[in-house]
């Protein structure tokens, strides 16, 4: 019986050549393997960019600070050097208006008025991701205000967001955006005097030659009003025609209006310093 099942097997038809099964079972190796290396690939990619993002987020609190340091000094250069295999820096200019008001006899008068715009640290969201809608402050990490008090405070505000589609592109991102910085010099003479700075980015030499940010400080405003001054209200508010998506959501400040109340006898000063920022300019 046996042998006449072995016969009958052969007969067979349906059955298949161990030749061709040996090749359907190399296939279906190949295929997985494949599958493995190519999700391999993709996880090792998407550490990668994950570790570069976070040590971006360093050079942007860099690069801030830099802002600093050149705002208020005319002709002061400071260069910030990054690497990156996925990210790239970029500069898009004109994406916030910042209005000065000074409450003066009665009425509010508007003192100055300036359109900055910012640093970002952009990341396709096919390396990174770090989901639609994310936002989370950097610097500072405990307030959303564009005014910050005291000396140490930063002019710039860093956070990382993430928001897709947009007009540029889908990305991960990290942010530099300026804000005003407030010193009441009470806190050390005993004088209440108010001073409010704020750097203003406008576009320089965009060569993307080098990964690197060059900071210039190409001009300072001061402006000390004159009269009996007992407000100032400061708005920073996206400049409508701007690119799609920098709207005032994409910066999350807590308020687009900040109001301060000056006591009697208290002087009011502004600085504003207006600061070139060149992509790549170095080589």
Not at 234 to 244: G, L, R
Request: glycine share 6%.
């Amino acid at each position: 019986m046996l042998s006449q099942a072995r016969e009958n097997l052969r007969k067979d038809n349906r059955a298949v050549s161990p030749a061709i099964s040996t090749v359907i079972m190399t296939a279906a190796i190949v295929v997985l393997v494949l599958v493995a290396i190519t999700y391999a690939n993709s996880s090792l990619t998407n550490q990668i960019a994950g570790d570069e993002f976070s040590a971006s987020k360093q050079f942007m609190q860099s690069t801030g600070l830099q802002i600093d340091n050149v705002a208020w000094t005319i002709g002061r250069t400071e260069t910030v050097d990054y690497t990156a295999n996925y990210g790239q820096v970029t500069f898009v200019p004109n994406v916030i208006s910042y209005t000065f008001q000074i409450y003066k006899g009665n009425s509010w008068q508007t003192l100055y008025s300036c359109t900055t715009g910012m640093i970002l640290f952009n990341m396709p969201v096919r390396d990174y991701s770090l989901g639609n809608n994310y936002f989370s402050r950097i610097m500072p990490v405990d307030s959303g205000s564009f005014l910050q008090w005291n000396a140490s405070a930063s002019v710039s505000q860093i956070f990382a967001t993430q928001k897709v589609p947009m007009q540029d592109g889908s990305y991960a991102r990290i942010v530099a955006v300026p804000t005003v910085r407030v010193l009441n010099s009470a806190l050390v003479t005993g004088v209440s005097d108010y001073e409010f700075y704020l750097p203003c980015l406008v576009s320089g030499t965009n060569q993307y030659h080098s990964q690197s940010v060059t900071l210039t400080g190409s001009s300072l405003t001061n402006l000390t009003p004159s009269g009996t001054i007992t407000q100032v209200r400061i708005s920073a508010t996206a400049v409508s025609n701007s690119p799609t998506g920098f709207n005032n959501a994409f910066f999350n400040f807590d308020s687009t209006s900040e109001t301060i109340v000056i006591p009697s006898g208290a002087s009011t000063e502004f600085y504003i310093g207006t600061v070139e920022v060149s992509i790549g300019m170095a080589s």
